[in-house]
């Protein structure tokens, strides 16, 4: 079972490691910043969303595929669009909060607003090839 579990790991970790250079596929940027500062803070931001867990899947909301869009501004601002896997979600009241503390601990972060939308639906099409290998949904 040790074996599995390392495999598993090791495998997510090739994935990253692919998937780097795409994780900031679904930002949005209608800012005058550098180029530089808009991916060194859009690298940051996936960072941040990538501490933040839905409590009943083992997965980060960024590789399930939660965040349908994030939209940095000129002011540094930051508009995130989100949905959740179900619209019943247990904790579709505080996630939304979550997202806003995590993406505000991020340096030159100015502002965080999150609309939860649900059109289009979650399905498990939007998930990353990690989630995937960390659950067993391949």
Do not use: H
């Amino acid at each position: 079972m040790t074996d599995t579990i390392e495999a598993k790991n090791l495998e997510a970790k090739n994935l990253e490691a692919k998937d780097l250079e795409a994780k900031t596929s679904n930002m949005e940027t209608s800012s005058a910043l550098p180029p530089e500062e808009t991916e060194r803070l859009g690298g940051e931001i996936v960072s941040a969303l990538k501490t933040v867990f839905d409590p009943e899947i083992p997965a980060d909301i960024y590789e399930l595929g939660l965040i349908y869009k994030v939209d940095i501004k000129d002011d540094r601002s930051v508009k995130i669009d989100m949905t959740l896997t179900a619209p019943g979600c247990p904790v579709a009241g505080e996630m939304p909060g979550w997202v806003q503390n995590a993406v505000a601990g991020v340096a030159g972060v100015r502002e965080v607003n999150v609309n939860m939308v649900f059109d289009p639906p979650w399905d498990q099409s939007r998930m990353s090839e990690i989630a995937r290998v960390a659950l067993d949904w391949y």
